[in-house]
């Protein structure tokens, strides 16, 4: 089972990036899905979260700017991030908790990640 992220980038600050992330492979069901980041020389922290009914978490210093949003059909999340600042320079990482076709519990995925540079 993998996820494969894209759409990381340079953008200027104000703007805009749109990433998604697909998991493929031997996988029934999903349930969290989610955004994590990581700064250089700062710890990996949630950017924001959808569980499978929808329901949304944000981290305050995205709240009101990044959007996520999810594909249960496509086992897609993705997440739009507007009014990009040069403080959400980091590298994102998509997360879920998969169960994997023959495993009997859930587990953490994570991708590999994608690099966004937001200049100012």
């Known amino acids: 089972v993998q996820l494969q992220a894209s759409g990381g980038g340079l953008v200027q600050a104000g703007g805009s990036l749109r990433l998604s992330c697909a998991a493929s492979?031997?996988?029934?069901?999903?349930?969290?899905m989610g955004w994590y980041r990581q700064a250089p020389g700062k710890q990996r922290e949630l950017v924001a979260k959808i569980t499978s009914g929808g329901s949304q978490n944000y981290a305050s210093a995205v709240k009101g700017r990044f959007t996520i949003s999810r594909d249960n059909a496509k086992n897609m999340v993705n997440l739009q991030m507007n009014s990009l600042k040069p403080e959400d320079t980091a590298v994102y990482y998509c997360?879920?908790?998969?169960?994997?076709?023959?495993?009997?519990?859930?587990?953490?995925?994570w991708g590999r990640g994608t690099l966004v540079t937001v200049s100012s």
């Open positions: 997360n879920a908790e998969g169960l994997r076709r023959g495993a009997s519990y859930y587990s953490v995925l």
């Open positions: 492979g031997s996988i029934i069901s999903i349930n969290d």
